[in-house]
């Protein structure tokens, strides 16, 4: 049972190309989040998707995509990767049911230059 | 919406001093509340959470936290801190209601010195 996994754990990017972060977890879970950190700023919701099949936005949506490949697998899209996007990206789950507490997986560390 | 605020985004106490992370939170229903650590490097890991069953919860690796809903807080605590305890604490509540969503504090840094 590896919970959330994420792929890669490092990148490094240059201003404008494009990449897709993975994410993929095996504890059937309806509801998967994206996170960045930022030193001081704690955890900022990117997007989330309440089920397979639907994704709405969180606090800072701007300049990612994400899709809901199925219920195991939710991607993150940077189109054109810009240095303020220079950040640590968590994946996470939660079931549906109440409390919803969520389950991390270990991060991608990226860096555009 | 909801609000958490981490009183001391550093705190630093002796190896075996009482650990002591302050969250407050900003609520209109009773909420569910967590508290997550960070080791280096790593991602969040569940370390205990409120969800109405007794105001005292423990936690993994000694620690506990209590709500209390009069002065909206849900301070964590460890009698006696240990040099693994190192890390980042995150406070955590629902966003409403009926809400899977999760608001987070900005984190506390805790250090022990030895």
């Known amino acids: 049972n590896a919970g959330v996994t994420q792929t890669p754990k490092f990148q490094v990017l240059k201003t404008g190309q494009s990449m897709t972060l993975q994410c993929a977890q095996d504890?059937?879970?309806?509801?998967m989040y994206w996170y960045r950190q930022d030193p001081g700023m704690g955890l900022r919701l990117i997007y989330y998707s309440a089920s397979e099949g639907t994704t709405d936005k969180g606090e800072v949506p701007n300049g990612y995509n994400v899709s809901r490949l199925n219920k195991r697998e939710f991607s993150l899209r940077l189109e054109s990767a810009a240095p303020s996007q220079t950040s640590v990206y968590f994946c996470?789950?939660?079931?549906?049911?109440?409390?919803?507490?969520?389950?991390f997986g270990p991060g991608t560390r990226l860096t555009v230059t | 919406a909801q609000s958490v605020t981490q009183l001391g985004s550093h705190v630093s106490v002796s190896e075996g001093a009482l650990v002591l992370l302050r969250c407050n939170y900003s609520s209109s229903v009773p909420p569910y509340l967590f508290w997550y650590v960070q080791y280096p490097n790593q991602g969040l890991q569940l370390l205990l959470k409120?969800?109405?069953?007794?105001?005292l919860v423990k936690g993994i690796n000694g620690f506990e936290a209590e709500f209390k809903k009069s002065e909206t807080s849900f301070h964590l605590t460890k009698p006696s801190a240990h040099m693994s305890d190192a890390a980042e604490y995150f406070c955590?509540?629902?966003?409403?209601?009926?809400?899977?969503?999760?608001?987070f504090g900005k984190g506390t840094k805790l250090s022990v010195i030895p």
């Open positions: 409120y969800t109405s069953a007794a105001t």
């Open positions: 955590a509540v629902t966003s409403g209601a009926g809400s899977y969503q999760l608001t």
């Open positions: 504890m059937n879970h309806n509801s």
């Open positions: 996470a789950s939660s079931s549906d049911r109440g409390p919803w507490e969520q389950y």
